[in-house]
DNA sequence: ACATTCATTCCGTATATCGGAATAAGTCAA
DNA sequence: TTGACTTATTCCGATATACGGAATGAATGT
């Protein structure tokens, strides 16, 4: 029934709520009706959409066709993938060095509109926990010293958009006011990284500089991840020294690409944890997560 | 257009079909010519489907307005998702235990149709290069040590399909003949890992554990990848051994799920998509890409 | 056994998709 | 600058496709 600005009638939209849903599970496997519950679709339309992908290899079903999940073959695709500029490839190597002469783990960090990504990790003997934690994992800009790395070193105008954006979100975290934050990014750019025990997970502290492309601007950082007796006044230096000296090998190899600034858009989003956010945009709006059992309109 | 076995006039296949091509290139980015043209679609329906991706944040496109490539959004999406009955999750302290104390690194192989899938790696000191080299790549069963792990332990009648099924494919890596195969796969049922350099990337070797579920049957793999001096028949057996010792914790912890065993389809990548192997050097890093369509050479 | 939930198939309707062709935007060589 | 060329984007009518209500079939539970 006409056109309602954007479209969310689309069979592609359609397709991709069902991803996401599946995406956001646990992994173990969905029922169709749960499925079309979720994603506010009919049974028969979930059921003929989930045909469909599975034709296409993104979907498969376990056990007698019982359960529904994503397929290793749709993991193996994106995998392959989210790789901007090849900065993946690019940073592998350096990853490796670190981790091996720090002996904690290396992520890299890149931004993906307010929120930062983790592309990839190399771990190091030393097990810690991190917001990002696992690849592909998400966190809002600002939150934790690779994300903040990042935030601190955006072109003024994009990262007074994040900030203006973010702030709600990060108020989950840490008592952050606005002048905090702003004192922390003010920091960061005078030391050039971003460092310091948070204390957002006890006992953990991390290491982070940004990684900057031909134009200055932040598309990247490289992070180190540890307990926080590991980054000792005396340590400290050496580290942030060997990170800075790899991201700066790294930066002038960036292919050109800019993120754009979008909202996190009704697409992927964060299916991790807290960092969802729920921002009803005036022109592309609706069509957040429906509500169950709202149908959706025709 | 109508029968045709599988339909194919779906715009949800179209859809897949950028996505896949999008994926098989180098991460720089794609103009809709060249992208209509790789993925046989009109260049019309290939910039509206681009449109379309690019509202669900699965495309972007860098560069004023040129470039179109897979989102970093998109690459979340899928590595939050892969992991058949929290495979990954299962395994991670594992890998994590084992990279720290052979101090080599440890890939986590599953199946997938007729390849193994890597689907998380802990890397070690020890700079290696494996046939799956990265997460998410890909090889054919029966090439490596992981691969072949697993092929080994799958039931007798999927084991012959998938021998069938590869027996051409496998040629392009080693000199195998079937003989040589069953030969292979005969040994390492009968030792419960496959070991022994094969000699395929040279001064490399590997050894590799199946898991297996509560029928017996295998569904991944841990394989330790280093430097055959690092594989002496004296330390061998304890690395074995420790493999065994995690696989036989992670076995019962599966959730059942089945591998449906079907042709690579149409599906994503397929038989020869990302089988790359690594030729880099490891500071140097980079390379990798092969031209896009192009089978892996020999 | 029955009752209930869930999965799958049917089918008429109408809507979203398709692609040829027109237009706009960008690229390159003089 | 101009002009020829390539590539990107928009239009639009025909029709193939997707939609979802409802019927059927398969599981599950008590």
Redesign the interface.
Do not use: K
């Given at each position: 029934m006409s056109d309602r600005e954007?479209?969310q009638g689309?069979?592609?939209?359609r397709?991709?709520a069902i991803?996401?849903v599946?995406?956001a599970s646990?992994?173990?496997?969905m029922r169709v009706t749960q499925i079309a519950r979720e994603s506010g679709l009919t049974q028969a339309t979930a059921h003929r959409?989930l045909q469909?992908?599975m034709?296409?290899?993104?979907v498969?079903?376990?056990?007698g066709s019982r359960?529904y999940?994503?397929?290793?073959?749709?993991?193996?695709?994106?995998?392959?993938?989210?790789?901007?500029?090849?900065l993946r490839?690019?940073?592998?190597?350096?990853l490796?060095?670190l981790?091996?002469s720090l002996g904690d783990t290396i992520f890299l960090l890149?931004r993906?509109?307010f929120d930062a990504?983790c592309?990839d990790r190399?771990?190091g003997?030393f097990?810690i926990r991190s917001f990002t934690g696992?690849?592909?994992?998400?966190v809002a800009l600002g939150v934790g010293q690779g994300s903040l790395a990042i935030l601190a070193f955006l072109p003024e105008a994009e990262r007074e958009e994040v900030i203006r954006f973010n702030l709600p979100r990060l108020r989950d975290f840490g008592v952050f006011d606005e002048v905090y934050l702003r004192t922390e990014i003010a920091r960061v750019r005078e030391l050039g990284y971003a460092g310091r025990n948070t204390g957002l997970l006890p006992g953990m502290a991390g290491v982070a500089v940004p990684v900057l492309d031909r134009d200055g601007r932040a598309v990247a950082a490289l992070s180190v991840g540890t307990i926080a007796e590991r980054l000792s006044p005396e340590r400290l230096p050496t580290v942030v020294e060997l990170l800075r000296r790899e991201t700066v090998a790294i930066g002038p190899g960036i292919?050109?690409?800019?993120?754009?600034l979008?909202r996190?858009?009704?697409?992927?989003?964060g299916?991790?944890g807290p960092t969802r956010i729920e921002t009803s945009d005036s022109r592309t709006g609706q069509q957040g997560r429906l509500p169950p059992g709202a149908a959706p309109r025709s």
């Open positions: 954007a479209q689309t069979g592609l939209h397709a991709f991803i996401r599946l995406a646990d992994g173990t496997g959409l469909a992908l034709a296409e290899g993104v498969v079903q376990g056990e359960l999940r994503l397929s290793v073959e749709f993991f193996a695709l994106a995998a392959s993938a989210g790789n901007p500029g090849n490839d690019l940073c592998r190597p350096a490796l060095r981790s091996a890149v993906s509109g990504v592309l190399s771990e003997p097990p696992d690849v592909g994992g998400r292919n050109p690409f800019d993120v754009v979008r996190p858009a009704q697409g992927l989003g299916i991790n």
